[in-house]
Each structure stands twice: as structure tokens, then as C-alpha cells.
């Protein structure tokens, strides 16, 4: 009896293209038609056939007998057009709501698409209400606007491909690496070090840890431990290993700012290379990884990347070719402050040797090499944390350390040679307070140690960089910043 069912329903599936059949309590339309991305759909040349897709209406007009929808699966920015009869039934199908569709995928009449979907079949898998959905049908909302409801905005075009973007320039930083013979390493999110000696950290305790049954020591892991703040240090141990390595992971830190460069939780692009005595090695890491990158996601992401410099960043284009043609920038932080003090800008902080450089000297520096990214190296020996390397100079003694600054943002990449004189580095721990925290650090000076340096990159401010984003929080999914953790 069950085998001439099946027999039956196979049958009547191979007489039509469409079978109804029953999935819970629910009739479904599964049929021969092929499911595919809307992407692939509008690059097809297989008009005449049958095909099914799932995704979001982003637009919905009615003319005569007809229904013009556009849908979206966020595969890509342009959403596919699909005419579907009026006696089709088409409750429920507005602005935003959730469908499937099959039908045929035909050449289309219209000039600025070269296919429609003929639909036969649609399904509104989940409605939804446009008075109250808060993105409006044909308004442009600005970043700021849709900032505000973070579990909805990957349902704009901006976000979508916001999001597209990202993923890609990601791809793009593995393949650099990969290409490149880096090996990836996968550096531990909770550590018991500060590797920037800074004090910013999130410190990890199990919840409710007063409860501790150990009075003595009531630390989860025995040691006070922290999200990190960089995996430059675990990074640095497989320097006795391998020629190149890099990390790309979240990174945290707990900075109490609101600035639009800054976030609690941000992605970071590390690599360590060993075998290196120069700065020059670094800086052209540096600048070929940010090209490379670039050049990448310009051409796979062309349309995404559109959208951004039309609508979000107008004239940021001709910017960006001009960072990928021109050669960066090299200047000594010495030749920095004499610019920056020579100027006759108004500052907020007064430039002088000796201290950090902020964001408005950052930028202006950029500004003054004609808006092309410019690295600053040999930074007083101060300023720098305990792993910069000596350079012994003198009267201005500086460590061998170097900053990327590009326009948009000023500060993308931080790097340095690494002091790897096991000496020299002991002294300098020991006049810290850290010879005991970073004795397996000195050991590794002992053990076939080279010379070696490396950078981090930060992920958010390399595409406000490239998409002329101003705000940091409008390149990341889901935004952390102190006093704001939504969702
Ligand atoms: O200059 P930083 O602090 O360097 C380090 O952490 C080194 N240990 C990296 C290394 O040598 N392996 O940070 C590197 C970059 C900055 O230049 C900046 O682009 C980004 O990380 N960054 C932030 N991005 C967003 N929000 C924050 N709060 C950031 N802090 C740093």
C-alpha cells in the first residue's frame, strides 16, 4: 500500500513541474523547480527555466493585472525582479515581508535588467507590517538612523552590503596571507596578559564568582586573566617556529571613549614576521597587504562598494585610486612633530616631542602628504610598551616602532621590531615590575630567538578607510562601545 502511494506521488511529480505535498501541518509547493541565489539568477542565460527562490520583497508595485516585486536573499545589491499575475495569491505581500517563489526565470523587456521571474507560485513565509517596520519602502535612511535598531538593519541595501563588503575584504585578508606563506594562528581570546601594558582590559570571572568556594584563590583560572587586547604576544612565540604567522580575530578593550574610531570590541589583522631586522620589511607588508586587500574587494565587490561611494562617502572613489596608485608616505615621528609645530593649524593638543600624537595631528599629517597613508616611524622609547625595540639613540631615544596613518581615521596599523636582546629586555621588564609575568617571554629570547617584528591592523578602521565610513559602529554587526551593548 505505502509503495503505490509513492509510486503515485512520484508519478504525479514528474507530470508537473509543481507538487504540492505536506510538511507538518503545513502544504508546501516543492517542486523540480532549481533553487538558486538571486545573484546567479541575474547572471543567467538559462531563460526558460524553472527556478525557486527565497528572500525579502524590498519593493512592491501593482499595474493592471500585474505585481512588480523586487526580492532580495542578500546574495546581492541588486534585487531580482519578479511579475507575478493578480490571480495569483498574493496575500499578505508588502514591503519587507518574507517569500518563496518559483516560476520561470525569462529575458526580460525591461532596459535595466536582463531577467524577470514569471512567478507561478508565491509564498509569503513570514509577513510583516510595514506601518511599523521602521525602514520605509523607497527612503534612503542614513547610517545614523538605522544604527539605532541593530537587529534589523542588515535588511537595508546600505547594511546588506555593508555586510557583504566585510566578508569579503576578510576573504581578501586570508588570501593575502595565505598567499603570502603566513601560517594562521589561532591566538587565545582570554589571556593573563596585558600585552600593551595600557590597563584596558575586560577581566574574565565565571558570574556570581563571590560565591567562590576558595577564599584563598578565586580566580576561575588561578590567575587573574582578561579578554585580550592583542595576540601580538602569543603571535611572538611561534616566531621560534615559523618565518611568518598572523591572527585575525576580536579583540577587546576597555577604553571608556565615544570617538568614531574607537569600539569595546573590534577586529584586529595581526602578523609577525621573523628573520627581520628592518622596519622596511613591516612597512612593506603593511602597504602591500592594504592594496592587495583593496584591489580585491574593489573588483569583487564592485557594486557594494558603489553604493558606499555614491550615496554614503560622495567623492571617496577618486581617494581611494589615488591611495592604491601613489606610493605611501615614510617620515620619522622627529619629522612629524617639526611639521606639525611648524604649521600654523590651531590644535587642541599641542604637538611636542615626547608626546603621543592624537588624532587631529594624525590626520592633519595625512592631510599635509596629500591624503595618501603615510607611516611614522622611530617614536620616543617611552611612549612605546616593553616589547619595542632599543634603537640606542641619542639625545631623542626612540625604539624602532612605526604607525600607519590614512585618511578617514589617522591611526589604521601599530608595529614594531621586537627587543630581542635578551638583556636589553630584562632590564626593561625589570624597571616595569614584569620580570616575573613575562619570564616564559625572556626565555623565549634563550631558545633560538631571531630578530623579528610585526603590526596590527584594525579591521573596522581599514573599511571605514576604503568606504569613507565616519562612524566606526557602522562597519561592524554588532556594535560594542562603553555604556551601549545592544542585543
Ligand atoms: O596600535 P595597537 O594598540 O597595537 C597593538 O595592539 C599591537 N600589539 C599590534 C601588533 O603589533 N601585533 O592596535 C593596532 C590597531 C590600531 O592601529 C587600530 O587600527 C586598531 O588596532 N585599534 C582599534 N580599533 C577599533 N577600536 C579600538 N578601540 C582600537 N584600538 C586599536
Given at each position: 500500500?505505502?509503495?503505490?502511494?509513492?509510486?503515485?506521488?512520484?508519478?504525479?511529480?514528474?507530470?508537473?513541474?509543481?507538487?504540492?505535498?505536506?510538511?507538518?501541518?503545513?502544504?508546501?509547493?516543492?517542486?523540480?523547480?532549481?533553487?538558486?541565489?538571486?545573484?546567479?539568477?541575474?547572471?543567467?542565460?538559462?531563460?526558460?527555466?524553472?527556478?525557486?527562490?527565497?528572500?525579502?520583497?524590498?519593493?512592491?508595485?501593482?499595474?493592471?493585472?500585474?505585481?512588480?516585486?523586487?526580492?532580495?536573499?542578500?546574495?546581492?545589491?541588486?534585487?531580482?525582479?519578479?511579475?507575478?499575475?493578480?490571480?495569483?495569491?498574493?496575500?499578505?505581500?508588502?514591503?519587507?515581508?518574507?517569500?518563496?517563489?518559483?516560476?520561470?526565470?525569462?529575458?526580460?523587456?525591461?532596459?535595466?535588467?536582463?531577467?524577470?521571474?514569471?512567478?507561478?507560485?508565491?509564498?509569503?513565509?513570514?509577513?510583516?507590517?510595514?506601518?511599523?517596520?521602521?525602514?520605509?519602502?523607497?527612503?534612503?535612511?542614513?547610517?545614523?538612523?538605522?544604527?539605532?535598531?541593530?537587529?534589523?538593519?542588515?535588511?537595508?541595501?546600505?547594511?546588506?552590503?555593508?555586510?557583504?563588503?566585510?566578508?569579503?575584504?576578510?576573504?581578501?585578508?586570508?588570501?593575502?596571507?595565505?598567499?603570502?606563506?603566513?601560517?594562521?594562528?589561532?591566538?587565545?581570546?582570554?589571556?593573563?596578559?596585558?600585552?600593551?601594558?595600557?590597563?584596558?582590559?575586560?577581566?574574565?570571572?565565571?558570574?556570581?564568582?563571590?560565591?567562590?568556594?576558595?577564599?584563598?584563590?578565586?580566580?576561575?583560572?588561578?590567575?587573574?586573566?582578561?579578554?585580550t587586547v592583542s595576540g601580538q604576544l602569543h603571535l611572538e612565540v611561534m616566531t621560534g617556529a615559523f618565518p611568518s604567522v598572523y591572527t585575525f580575530g576580536p579583540t577587546f578593550r576597555a577604553e571608556n571613549s565615544q570617538s568614531r574610531r574607537h569600539l569595546a570590541e573590534f577586529y584586529m589583522v595581526e602578523a609577525e614576521i621573523s628573520f627581520t631586522e628592518s622596519l622596511e620589511d613591516l612597512i612593506k607588508l603593511m602597504e602591500d597587504l592594504f592594496k592587495t586587500s583593496t584591489e580585491h574587494l574593489l573588483s569583487h565587490c564592485a557594486e557594494d562598494v558603489e553604493l558606499f561611494h555614491k550615496y554614503v562617502s560622495p567623492g571617496h572613489r577618486e581617494k581611494v585610486d589615488l591611495i592604491l596608485k601613489r606610493?605611501?608616505?615614510?617620515?620619522?615621528?622627529?619629522?612629524?612633530?617639526?611639521?606639525?609645530?611648524?604649521?600654523?593649524?590651531?590644535?587642541?593638543?599641542?604637538?611636542?616631542?615626547?608626546?603621543?600624537?592624537?588624532?587631529?595631528?594624525?590626520?592633519?599629517?595625512?592631510?599635509?602628504?596629500?591624503?595618501?597613508?603615510?607611516?611614522?616611524?622611530?617614536?620616543?622609547?617611552?611612549?612605546?610598551?616593553?616589547?619595542?625595540?632599543?634603537?640606542?639613540?641619542?639625545?631623542?631615544?626612540?625604539?624602532?616602532?612605526?604607525?600607519?596613518?590614512?585618511?578617514?581615521?589617522?591611526?589604521?596599523?601599530?608595529?614594531?621590531?621586537?627587543?630581542?636582546?635578551?638583556?636589553?629586555?630584562?632590564?626593561?621588564?625589570?624597571?616595569?615590575?614584569?620580570?616575573?609575568?613575562?619570564?616564559?617571554?625572556?626565555?623565549?629570547?634563550?631558545?633560538?630567538?631571531?630578530?623579528?617584528?610585526?603590526?596590527?591592523?584594525?579591521?573596522?578602521?581599514?573599511?571605514?578607510?576604503?568606504?569613507?565610513?565616519?562612524?566606526?559602529?557602522?562597519?561592524?554587526?554588532?556594535?560594542?562601545?562603553?555604556?551601549?551593548?545592544?542585543?
Amino acid at each position: 500500500m505505502l509503495i503505490s502511494t509513492l509510486t503515485l506521488f512520484r508519478r504525479a511529480a514528474s507530470a508537473s513541474w509543481l507538487c504540492p505535498c505536506v510538511i507538518g501541518s503545513k502544504q508546501h509547493y516543492c517542486s523540480s523547480a532549481r533553487k538558486i541565489r538571486i545573484r546567479d539568477a541575474l547572471s543567467s542565460l538559462e531563460t526558460g527555466s524553472n527556478i525557486r527562490i527565497q528572500g525579502w520583497v524590498r519593493s512592491v508595485r501593482s499595474q493592471k493585472n500585474h505585481l512588480f516585486l523586487h526580492v532580495s536573499d542578500g546574495s546581492s545589491l541588486t534585487p531580482l525582479q519578479v511579475v507575478a499575475n493578480s490571480d495569483l495569491n498574493t496575500r499578505g505581500l508588502t514591503f519587507g515581508c518574507a517569500v518563496d517563489i518559483t516560476g520561470s526565470l525569462e529575458k526580460s523587456p525591461r532596459q535595466n535588467q536582463s531577467v524577470e521571474l514569471q512567478a507561478r507560485h508565491v509564498e509569503v513565509v513570514g509577513e510583516c507590517n510595514p506601518v511599523d517596520f521602521p525602514f520605509k519602502i523607497k527612503e534612503r535612511h542614513s547610517l545614523e538612523y538605522i544604527r539605532q535598531f541593530p537587529h534589523l538593519r542588515c535588511r537595508t541595501n546600505a547594511f546588506s552590503s555593508l555586510l557583504r563588503i566585510r566578508s569579503e575584504a576578510a576573504a581578501a585578508v586570508h588570501s593575502y596571507f595565505r598567499d603570502n606563506g603566513f601560517v594562521q594562528i589561532h591566538t587565545p581570546i582570554i589571556t593573563s596578559n596585558d600585552c600593551e601594558g595600557a590597563g584596558e582590559l575586560f577581566q574574565v570571572e565565571p558570574a556570581g564568582n563571590e560565591h567562590s568556594l576558595d577564599k584563598e584563590n578565586p580566580h576561575f583560572f588561578s590567575v587573574p586573566s582578561y579578554l585580550t587586547v592583542s595576540g601580538q604576544l602569543h603571535l611572538e612565540v611561534m616566531t621560534g617556529a615559523f618565518p611568518s604567522v598572523y591572527t585575525f580575530g576580536p579583540t577587546f578593550r576597555a577604553e571608556n571613549s565615544q570617538s568614531r574610531r574607537h569600539l569595546a570590541e573590534f577586529y584586529m589583522v595581526e602578523a609577525e614576521i621573523s628573520f627581520t631586522e628592518s622596519l622596511e620589511d613591516l612597512i612593506k607588508l603593511m602597504e602591500d597587504l592594504f592594496k592587495t586587500s583593496t584591489e580585491h574587494l574593489l573588483s569583487h565587490c564592485a557594486e557594494d562598494v558603489e553604493l558606499f561611494h555614491k550615496y554614503v562617502s560622495p567623492g571617496h572613489r577618486e581617494k581611494v585610486d589615488l591611495i592604491l596608485k601613489r606610493n605611501f608616505h615614510v617620515i620619522s615621528y622627529t619629522e612629524a612633530i617639526d611639521i606639525l609645530t611648524r604649521s600654523s593649524q590651531q590644535f587642541i593638543f599641542k604637538p611636542e616631542w615626547g608626546s603621543d600624537l592624537q588624532t587631529e595631528h594624525e590626520k592633519f599629517l595625512v592631510k599635509h602628504c596629500g591624503e595618501v597613508p603615510v607611516f611614522v616611524t622611530d617614536y620616543p622609547y617611552d611612549l612605546k610598551p616593553f616589547y619595542a625595540r632599543d634603537n640606542q639613540d641619542e639625545p631623542q631615544h626612540t625604539a624602532a616602532a612605526v604607525d600607519l596613518l590614512v585618511p578617514v581615521v589617522g591611526e589604521l596599523c601599530g608595529g614594531s621590531l621586537r627587543e630581542e636582546r635578551p638583556e636589553l629586555l630584562k632590564t626593561r621588564l625589570a624597571r616595569a615590575g614584569l620580570e616575573d609575568t613575562y619570564a616564559w617571554y625572556l626565555q623565549l629570547r634563550q631558545f633560538g630567538s631571531v630578530p623579528h617584528g610585526g603590526f596590527g591592523m584594525g579591521f573596522e578602521r581599514y573599511l571605514q578607510c576604503v568606504l569613507g565610513v565616519d562612524n566606526i559602529k557602522d562597519t561592524i554587526p554588532f556594535a560594542r562601545s562603553s555604556r551601549s551593548c545592544l542585543l
